[in-house]
């Protein structure tokens, strides 16, 4: 079992729709979850990070996390044809931050005009 | 705004040639990473250090080596290239801490073809 999960799609999404991406982790005490994007031949970059149970928004993106069901998700409302990339899930844990982050294999998202 | 640097952006070589790819950084970061990735495959973590003269093995067994002997320099090394070294290498680098500062920040990436 992969540590960190995520459907590799593809997720196809109408315009202006809102796109949902899931990711689920096995270690109980990863502390920090990371939302990349990458677009096709790339380097990834970020979206935002969270690490408190709950909802965090930045602009049209939002990165739910729930510890408990050790589970991170990332909404795109509005979504644009320009969205249209491979999210990459990412944790890391422990008690002084200083641990690799584990990718998912990532989520191809296709926002249809 | 990331400052993390690598060149070349494009290497085309003929197989048994040695190579150092190069990744400097300029956030004074302490932690960088080397990744390797196929064209639409996930990112393999193949080395990675904490600090000058620290240097680990990453997830992904990996025929290069790296050196780390100033903090904002990670030049990767392949002694005899080979076609299946033919990939994208990522280098990225981060502080330590926990939360937002555990953010990895990529570099542009250098696409390696060995022929």
């Known amino acids: 079992q992969k540590e960190v999960e995520q459907n590799s799609g593809p997720l196809s999404v109408p315009e202006g729709a809102i796109a949902s991406l899931n990711c689920t982790y096995s270690?109980?005490?990863?502390?920090?979850f990371f939302w990349y994007r990458q677009y096709s031949g790339k380097s990834p970059e970020l979206i935002m990070f969270?690490?408190?149970?709950g909802d965090k928004e930045d602009g049209r993106f939002t990165a739910q996390l729930n510890k408990a069901s050790q589970y991170v998700s990332l909404l795109i409302r509005d979504s644009q044809p320009s969205d249209s990339a491979t999210y990459l899930c990412?944790?890391?844990?422990?008690?002084?931050?200083?641990?690799?982050?584990?990718f998912g294999t990532g989520t191809r998202l296709t926002i249809i005009p | 705004e990331a400052d993390i640097y690598q060149t070349p952006r494009y290497l085309v070589i003929g197989t048994g040639k040695k190579i150092t790819l190069e990744c400097s950084q300029t956030?004074?970061?302490?932690?960088m990473y080397w990744y390797q990735q196929d064209p639409g495959m996930e990112l393999h973590l193949i080395h990675y250090s904490y600090g000058v003269n620290s240097t680990e093995k990453g997830d992904l067994s990996s025929e290069s080596t790296v050196s780390r002997i100033r903090t904002e320099h990670f030049p990767l090394t392949l002694e005899s290239a080979r076609p299946s070294h033919t990939s994208q290498y990522l280098c990225?680098?981060?502080?330590?801490?926990?939360?937002?500062?555990?953010?990895?920040?990529f570099g542009p990436g250098t696409r390696l073809t060995v022929l």
């Open positions: 956030m004074g970061h302490d932690k």
């Open positions: 990412a944790v890391t844990g422990g008690p002084f931050g200083n641990e690799k982050l584990t």
């Open positions: 990225a680098s981060s502080e330590y801490g926990r939360g937002g500062r555990g953010t990895q920040y």
């Open positions: 969270i690490y408190s149970n």
């Open positions: 270690d109980r005490g990863s502390q920090s």
